[in-house]
């Protein structure tokens, strides 16, 4: 299942230039992240009840 987010011009540059250094996949890093802990989600009900 796909998702979307928006992000800021600023935000979207610097994923662009670490994803390139790297020769990662944008997703693979924030994956990385949430997988040591330091990134946290939501689940889409909760989401789009407002819950979060």
Do not use: C, H, N, Y
């Amino acid at each position: 299942m796909a998702t979307s987010i928006r992000l800021s011009p600023e935000v979207e540059q610097r994923l662009d230039f670490l994803a390139a250094k790297t020769g990662r996949s944008k997703a693979r890093r924030l994956l990385e992240r949430i997988r040591r802990g330091e990134e946290t989600t939501v689940k889409a009900e909760d989401f789009w009840r407002g819950d979060v």
